[in-house]
């Protein structure tokens, strides 16, 4: 395993992490954690812990992002809010178990 593999593992492993301790909402979350996805050695196509924040993404790719926000109209954000909270309670009901495997599946320590 390459030294940017270890890393990107750790990375993932906190990642999954933060979302299950409610410091990283999971619309955040999927986006970092796809990113670091093509780091990764030996993922299938069609992973379902992956696929868990492919689809979260998918859904929510029209929403604006925390960096995103400050260019957003005030008055946009403040009629999407109501969507992205909604969204944001429809993640937390089934994406934490995809955060636990994915923490049981990369973490260096389970190794």
């Known amino acids: 395993m390459t030294e940017q593999e270890i890393l990107a593992r750790r990375s993932l492993v906190d990642i999954a992490q933060a979302m299950l301790d409610g410091k990283l ?8 954690v796809l ?5 990764l050695s030996g993922i299938a196509d069609r992973d379902p812990d992956f696929d868990v924040f492919v689809v ?7 929403l604006p992002l925390e960096e995103q926000r400050s260019m957003w109209l005030p ?4 009629r ?3 969507e992205i909270k909604q969204s944001e309670e429809w993640a937390r009901s089934f994406a934490p178990q995809a955060c636990r495997n994915l923490i049981e599946r990369f973490n260096i320590t389970n190794m």
């Not at 990113?35 to 780091?39: G, T």
């Not at 008055?75 to 403040?78: F, M, P, S, V």
């Open 75 to 78: 008055e946009a954000l403040d």
């Open 56 to 62: 979260i993404h998918s859904e929510t790719d029209h």
């Open 25 to 32: 909402p999971f619309l955040e979350g999927a986006v970092q």
């Open 80 to 82: 999407l809010d109501p």
């Open 35 to 39: 990113a670091i996805r093509s780091q």
